[in-house]
């Protein structure tokens, strides 16, 4: 009976840790690797950006096909990336400095020196979610 009783409770518990697994929703990226497929975490993702109708992720180790429409990623990967062109995400945290000496646009340099621009459509929105908007004084 001892030993019914401990099986339950282990089976209980890892059902919880499945359904709360389930329930959650699903970050990572599916991504084509010259290995097969793998899953990239957002963590490990540099930028997300589309180009001759495909959509690719960047991370530290190399650019890869995903399969997933911009729309989709960026609901899927959270606030945690920042939408800064029609066709192209950056992760926040990846932006490591800002250039605003460019008339109506922002140059970002991310992690590991990859170079983008926020197109003028987005330079206020990219502003606003970064905190970088001048207070008005009065």
């Known amino acids: 009976l001892f030993a019914w009783t401990i099986t339950v409770v282990v089976l209980s518990l890892a059902l919880e840790a499945l359904a709360r697994r389930l329930s959650e929703p ?54 945690e990336f920042v939408r800064i062109s029609s066709s192209e995400l950056v992760r ?15 140059r970002l340099t991310l992690e590991g020196g990859t170079v983008t621009y926020v197109s003028r459509r987005y330079v206020k929105k990219i502003k606003q979610t970064l905190n970088l908007e001048r207070r008005r004084m009065g």
């Open 26 to 79: 699903e970050r990572a990226v599916p991504a084509q690797t010259p290995c097969g497929v793998a899953l990239l975490k957002p963590e490990e993702i540099l930028r997300v950006y589309a180009q001759r109708q495909r959509v690719f992720a960047q991370t530290a180790q190399g650019v890869f096909p995903v399969k997933f429409r911009l729309y989709e990623l960026e609901e899927r990967l959270g606030e």
């Open 92 to 106: 926040a945290s990846a932006i490591r400095s800002m250039d605003f000496s460019l008339a109506g646009t922002i």
